[in-house]
T-cell receptor, first 113, second 116 residues
Framework: DQQVKQNSPSLSVQEGRISILNCDYTNSMFDYFLWYKKYPAEGPTFLISISSIKDKNEDGRFTVFLNKSAKHLSLHIVPSQPGDSAVYFCAANRNSGNTPLVFGKGTRLSVIA | GAGVSQSPRYKVAKRGQDVALRCDPISGHVSLFWYQQALGQGPEFLTYFQNEAQLDKSGLPSDRFFAERPEGSVSTLKIQRTQQEDSAVYLC??????????????FGPGTRLTVT
């Protein structure tokens, strides 16, 4: 039973436009959410996170939005750049950290120049 | 080193062979996690250490899998009598406990294990 779901396996976006990656979760005990970016043959790289007490967190071109009532979060990348092409994983954990991350299956983003 | 390192990066094992995968976490990170990532999937939790104590091993798929971190720094994941279904990328992550950044786990490059 997938507790974290990324329903879009892939997404193509034109360079300069906005990329929106979506993630849904089922476990209401999750209280912290993270996005990781992964290039081939490398480990996941931490990108941005959000606590359940917030609904938005912004870091440069990256913004994460959290809708707790809908158990939904999204990652916005504006403007998208070719170097953003990678697999993006949504992850969640609970109980003040130091617990395993639960990952979605990932969305492959392709930014076309 | 600046980040989490893992060795070997690639390992080919014949079915039935034992393997040992090593993880060097970021200096000062007391929490260490092992994950398994199958092709086309997200990483899945295997086991977790805080310092040398293994606090959770609920994700280990069978008793052929064993992990240790005897001195609270380097960790080794051992797989005995490897099977084809063990083929995956094994990821190690570490995090800094006791700070607001405890949630942020930093990953190594992984070891790709292929069992033939």
């Amino acid at each position: 039973d997938q507790q974290v779901k990324q329903n879009s396996p892939s997404l193509s976006v034109q360079e300069g436009r906005i990329s929106i990656l979506n993630c849904d979760y089922t476990n209401s005990m999750f209280d912290y959410f993270l996005w990781y970016k992964k290039y081939p043959a490398e480990g996941p790289t931490f990108l941005i996170s959000i606590s359940s007490i917030k609904d938005k967190n912004e870091d440069g071109r990256f913004t994460v939005f959290l809708n707790k009532s809908a158990k939904h979060l999204s990652l916005h990348i504006v403007p998208s750049q070719p170097g953003d092409s990678a697999v993006y994983f949504c992850a969640a954990n609970r109980n003040s950290g130091n617990t395993p991350l639960v990952f979605g299956k990932g969305t492959r983003l392709s930014v076309i120049a | 080193g600046a980040g989490v390192s893992q060795s070997p990066r690639y390992k080919v094992a014949k079915r039935g062979q034992d393997v040992a995968l090593r993880c060097d976490p970021i200096s000062g990170h007391v929490s260490l996690f092992w994950y398994q990532q199958a092709l086309g999937q997200g990483p899945e939790f295997l086991t977790y250490f805080q310092n040398e104590a293994q606090l959770d091993k609920s994700g280990l798929p069978s008793d052929r899998f064993f992990a240790e971190r005897p001195e609270g720094s380097v960790s080794t994941l051992k797989i005995q009598r490897t099977q084809q279904e063990d083929s995956a990328v094994y990821l190690c992550a570490s995090s800094l406990a006791g700070t607001p950044k405890v949630y942020e786990q930093y990953f190594g490059p992984g070891t790709r294990l292929t069992v033939t």
